[in-house]
């Protein structure tokens, strides 16, 4: 009797919206409007598997306020992006959200500008991951995809590490593929690395339409977080939209892996 070949199945990263430039747009004329909660679900309309807010020391964009709605209101998992500050860890206590990523931040950035020094800051790190985790807060530390950088964040007890896209992402603007090339082995790298050390990986910064598949691709990745494109392309066609396109992007890129 002939037998049917096994299906493999594939499983597709989540993906996480980060909402805090709703907020920037909002805070940039005050008021209530656009309001990052209503961005929220309708990023979880459109697919999402999770919610990302970076609530900063200077308030730039999220508000304590937000966070509290986020987590009263939410139905996917919330992941407080944050500094690890003792004021920082306070709020995280308060509202319990489902995750915490600690992430390095200075007032003069933009943006995150890169990953956290896990390595020289293991002492400070350490007090508060534990912190963080006896209230059943799962930690991410989100760090350069170097070998030192892994090694620290599994000694330390994280439960995940977000990989730093944005090198990769910018070299993709240049006309450099070796360049290019040598930013996505480093990642594809460390993306075997965590798994190996029992972390779960995510990824995330500057990723855009163009970026993520190559990402995607890899089969340690568990998650990616994309926030500013996608809000730049709701302006265009509406976040549902651009948030279910992308998803179709990981998907197609997860599949090609055993194709």
Known sequence: MNSKPETLKVSSPRLGVNIDHVATIRNARGGR???PLRA???????????????????????????IARLKAELTRPLNLEMAATEEMVGIALRHLPNACCLVPERREERTTEGG?????????????????????????LFIEADERSIAASA??????????????????????AEKLGLELDKITRGANLAQAAGLEVHAGHGLTYNTVKAIARLPEIEELNIGHFLIGEAIFGGLSEAVEHMRALIAQARRETVS
Request: charged content about 35%.
């Open 40 to 66: 929220a679900h309708i990023a979880i309309e459109g697919g999402a598997d999770g919610i990302t807010a970076h609530l900063r020391e200077d308030r730039r964009h999220i508000s304590d306020n937000d």
């Open 155 to 176: 000694e330390l007890g994280a439960d995940i590490v977000e990989l730093h896209t944005g090198a990769y992402c910018e070299r993709a603007l240049e006309d450099d």
């Open 116 to 140: 956290l020094d896990v390595v020289s800051g293991k002492d400070q790190l350490r007090g508060v991951i534990d912190r963080l985790k006896t209230k059943g807060i799962r930690v991410s």
């Open 33 to 35: 409007h656009p309001d």
